[in-house]
């Protein structure tokens, strides 16, 4: 008898961190579908850096409403929405700013030479879509998809998937799990029926890289501020080394 129970319970264990999952998975991508949905209403055909600011802006407002339900019984703070440790943050932001930098301006550069210096932006360079576009890259992508994926996603998930594991560094499977679903975004797809309409390996390889970093600051903070300001940096950087380097070899 007391097998059985100890067997029931570990069946019920599993079929709630399964139902949990794809309840995880479905918040994430209703949530875009729902911000692609009400953007296309009033900005369809706009320029495109225009149309993904308010596709974001509408991603935070869904994101936040969800994690305000009381059913949750969690506070604001407890999703991560708080400057908790934030002198350990700016430590840890200081470090990745640095490495990001020269890593990626190398292997960007070393890069498009190999390649010929093509166009690495598909839109003409004004002030007015430079201003755009710096400000979605750099401010509100990391705030939407932090508050997204590292918040409400993980959010979700870490009650059910705590466990830590050593890959190099200490991280739940709600952490790995938020990872995954964060490069998953990264491709294109549609699911009745189901077709890939995008799919870049290396970015997805980084998104997923990426995400994992971001997983690993929400955990030793406690806070979304890391993910935030390390997801907008790493954005931003390649925004402005994109912009220099095609206004110097396209000249637009």
Known sequence: ??????????????????????FA??????????AIYLTDLPLAGSFGYTWLIFHH?????????????????????????NIKNYHQTFAII??????????T???TLVT???????????FTLNIENILIYLFFESIIVGISEEIVFRGLVYGALAPYFSKKVKIGFSI????????????????GFNLFPFSITAFAPMQIFIAFALGLFYAVLREQTGSLLGPILAHNISDGWLSILYIVIQLITQGN
């Open 1 to 22: 008898m007391e097998n059985e129970m100890k067997e029931l319970k570990n069946n019920y264990a599993v079929i709630t961190k399964v139902i949990i999952f794809f």
């Open 25 to 34: 998975f479905l918040l994430f991508f209703l949530i875009d579908k729902a």
């Open 57 to 81: 802006l509408i991603q935070i407002v869904l994101a936040i409403g969800i994690m305000a339900l009381p059913w949750w019984h969690r506070s604001f703070s407890e999703w991560g929405l």
């Open 94 to 103: 200081k470090k990745f700013t640095i490495g990001w930098i020269i890593g």
């Open 105 to 107: 301006t190398i292997f």
């Open 112 to 122: 498009q030479w190999l390649s010929g210096w093509p166009a690495l932006l598909d």
């Open 172 to 187: 739940s499977y709600a952490g790995i799990i938020s990872a995954v679903f964060f490069a998953i975004a990264h491709i």
